[in-house]
């Protein structure tokens, strides 16, 4: 394996940053989905 000066390395933690920061926007948007809308038990209905 060739000597890597870091740029490498670099370069594949700046391409993975904005797929952590996707997962993170989609876990906060399920758990805002999952609090304006309850699903399960002891979940009101309004009829």
Not at 21 to 26: M, Q, R, S
Not at 35 to 45: F, L, V
């Amino acid at each position: 394996m060739p000597a890597d000066d870091g740029t490498v390395t670099l370069a594949v933690i700046q391409a993975l940053i904005p797929l952590g920061l996707k997962a993170i926007e989609d876990a906060l948007q399920q758990a805002l989905v999952g609090r304006r809308y309850p699903h399960g038990e002891g979940a009101k209905r309004s009829s």
